[in-house]
């Protein structure tokens, strides 16, 4: 059963904010896609699902943006 973004975004984020981990994807192999946090870390907020032709960057690295269906295919 797929939980609501901000649900999942709730749970272990904030264990990984308080070691210093910035910013936190969540990525759906089966899927092939990922979701991108775009509201306030780490105590909840929005995800975006990127996949296929979409983009994500990392924040500290707004110039790289794959598409997020590379990142899935096989070499």
Known sequence: MALPAPHRFNRKPPVY???????????DVAGQAVEVPTGPRPDGGDA?????????APAALPDLAPEV???????
């Open 17 to 27: 904010a308080r070691h210093g981990v910035a910013e936190v994807w969540l990525v």
């Open 48 to 56: 975006r699902r990127a996949t296929g032709a979409d983009t994500a």
């Open 69 to 75: 269906g590379n990142l899935f295919r096989a070499g």
